[in-house]
């Protein structure tokens, strides 16, 4: 039986893995640049933590989740996203207690979400993250918005567009779902089923609804910001400050609600096209209530999420490949049998000096292990056997220039390591 990987998964193949780990170091550098350290939280919590983290009204808790009893009868959920896990970890080794801010983030997490697979949107994709406790001003959300813009352009990706809003907090909402609802309830039959249902629960949702008979709707409805109690306004003010301040190219969107219940003030989305239209890239924000809602104290904090396979689709939509570096530096080949152990001996002796060195495992022809070296794109190969390895000598050859040379066996790890080194 011929078994395939589950709908919406991926591999990532050895071929990929510079691509990858690439991108990886990118993030480590960047969050190292501005003081974040990893965090790492299991793939599976209680589902509860969910529940009330991210809101039982959201499509992601609603019909999302991957939700299963354990042995135990406990129902557990595999991370559909991956801020409630931080909050909960915080809270449980009580991070909250040391000198503030808290800042962390987390680098691939797999994230699970039960969704119609298509371009860019898997049922298994992973996430970078960045979250910050502790911060009630404008300043943490300028530094996660300009942490993942910096490791964006360190990717070599542009034309990516940066939308911010603000949706409030339990003072200002209110009103503004007060007005909002009266809006919908005059075009309610307008609304596709989904909104309709959400117009009682989390009339936000109906904003940023593809639906385009939904989007005529949004369009016309009362604006958030124009709602906004005065914290929220100053906060706002002071964001698009921080980020005019460094230049930061900001569209305001007052559509931009988010998929997730938590968030309060600053939302944001950066934006990439794809062949459906415009898709999330980075979406992130403030979550002042959260830390609370999930039993810590009572805790400001913003944060982000991205992509990883999306990063990916659009680093090849823009033609971008990551640096490469050789498999193998060097590649030893045993001429007859007589040159197998000084070959598998110069390459242990090799890697134990960080040259990244490899043998045939194959017993292939001399030839055929040319052609393989080849393949590994070896800058150098290096053969063991024949007339010079009865002389005491290997022999090197440089597969750019075709430039050969003999080394004597005692000297070849130093005078390898140094000629490899200095390429
Ligand atoms: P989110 O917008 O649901 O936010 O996801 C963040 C990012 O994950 C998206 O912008 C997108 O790049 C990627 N993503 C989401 N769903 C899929 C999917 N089905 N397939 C592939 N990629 C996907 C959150 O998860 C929040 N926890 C972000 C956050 C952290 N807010 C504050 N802190």
Redesign the pocket.
């Known amino acids: 039986m011929h078994i395939q990987s589950p709908k ?1 998964t991926r591999d990532m193949l050895p071929k990929d893995s510079f691509l990858w780990q690439w991108i990886e170091q990118t993030m480590r550098e960047e969050a190292a640049l501005a003081g974040y350290l990893e965090i790492r939280t299991p793939v599976f919590e209680y589902t509860e933590l969910f529940e009330r983290g991210v809101g039982d009204t959201t499509d ?1 808790v609603q019909k999302e989740m991957y939700t299963f009893l354990d042995k135990g009868e406990r129902s557990i959920t595999l991370k ?5 896990g931080a909050v909960r970890a915080l809270i449980e080794n009580k991070l909250y207690a040391e000198p503030l801010p808290v800042k962390m983030y987390y680098l691939n997490n797999p ?1 699970f ?1 039960y ?1 119609n697979p298509q371009h ?4 298994e ?1 992973h ?1 970078f ?3 910050c406790f502790g911060v009630k001003g404008p300043s943490a959300d300028a530094e996660v918005i300009m942490t993942v813009l910096r490791i964006l352009s360190q990717l070599g990706l542009t034309h990516l567009s940066v939308k911010i809003n603000s949706i409030g907090c339990p003072v200002c909402r209110p009103s503004y779902h007060e007005a909002l609802r009266a809006h919908l309830k005059e075009h309610f039959e307008g609304l596709c089923p989904q909104c309709k249902e959400r117009y009682d629960r989390n009339p936000l949702r109906v904003l940023d609804c593809k639906e385009k008979s939904c989007q005529a709707i949004a369009k016309e409805a009362p604006n958030i910001l124009d709602y906004l109690c005065e914290e929220c306004d100053s906060h706002f003010d002071g964001l698009q400050q921080l980020l005019h301040v460094r230049e930061v190219p900001i569209t305001i969107d007052p559509q931009i609600v ?3 219940d ?2 309060t003030k600053t939302v944001f ?2 934006i990439m096209q794809s062949p459906r239209g415009e898709m ?6 403030r ?1 002042d209530g959260l830390v609370k809602e999930i039993g810590g104290p009572d805790m400001p904090a ?6 990883t ?3 990916i689709l659009e680093l090849q939509n823009q033609g971008i490949v990551p640096p490469t570096q050789a498999v193998t530096s060097v590649f030893i080949a045993c001429l007859g049998e007589e040159g197998r152990l000084p070959a598998y001996q110069l390459c242990m002796d090799l890697r134990d000096a960080g040259i990244r060195a490899d043998y045939d495992h194959m017993n292939r022809s001399l030839k055929a292990q040319f052609r393989y070296a080849d393949k590994l794109g070896a800058p150098f190969m290096v053969i063991a056997g024949g007339d010079e390895l009865q002389r005491g000598m290997f022999k090197l050859k440089d597969m750019q220039s075709g430039e050969e040379k003999e080394i004597p066996m005692q000297e070849a790890v130093n005078r390898i390591s140094l000629i490899v080194n200095q390429k």
């Open positions: 919406g992601i559909p996203e991956g801020t409630a994230i979400r969704e860019g949107r898997l049922r994709h996430q993250g960045m979250e988010r998929g997730l938590y968030y989305e950066i999330a890239l980075c979406g992130g924000g979550y913003v944060g982000f999420g991205i992509g396979e999306r990063i």
